[in-house]
Nanobody, 123 residues
Framework: QVQLVESGGGLVQTGGSLRLSCAAS????????MGWYRQIPGKQRELVAR???????NYADSVKGRFTISRDNAKNTVYLQMNSLKPEDTAVYYC?????????????????WGQGTQVTVSS
């Protein structure tokens, strides 16, 4: 069983900062990629940032230059540093992981999601 647990959401004023964390636990063999998505009620979930095992990352155009994704491979944890926050960043943020799980070969590859954490930016 694999779990992703997010933390760090909250309420912040425009221009402020927040740091989200997501720790993956369970029977994990290796992690291919971890990322952050967000969703506003009534809209589709969208990619915010993603980082692969080699360290390469990509960002949504709307957050480039303001958000930074990083990863601690030893802790199976991904972070999202969000600076210069805007009201339009308000959403539920979800952590996601593409990983191999299992205690022995053959391992299973799957996509896993956290429960989501609310980020609210007030104007």
């Amino acid at each position: 069983q694999v779990q992703l647990v997010e933390s760090g959401g909250g309420l912040v004023q425009t221009g402020g900062s927040l740091r989200l964390s997501c720790a993956a636990s369970g029977s994990i063999f290796s992690i291919n990629a971890m990322g952050w998505y967000r969703q506003i009620p009534g809209k589709q979930r969208e990619l915010v940032a993603r980082i692969i095992s080699g360290g390469t990352s990509n960002y949504a155009d709307s957050v480039k230059g303001r958000f930074t994704i990083s990863r601690d491979n030893a802790k199976n944890t991904v972070y999202l540093q969000m600076n210069s926050l805007k009201p339009e960043d308000t959403a539920v943020y979800y952590c996601a992981a593409d990983l191999w799980s299992g205690s022995r070969f053959p391992y299973q590859r799957g996509d896993y999601w956290g429960q989501g954490t609310q980020v609210t930016v007030s104007s």
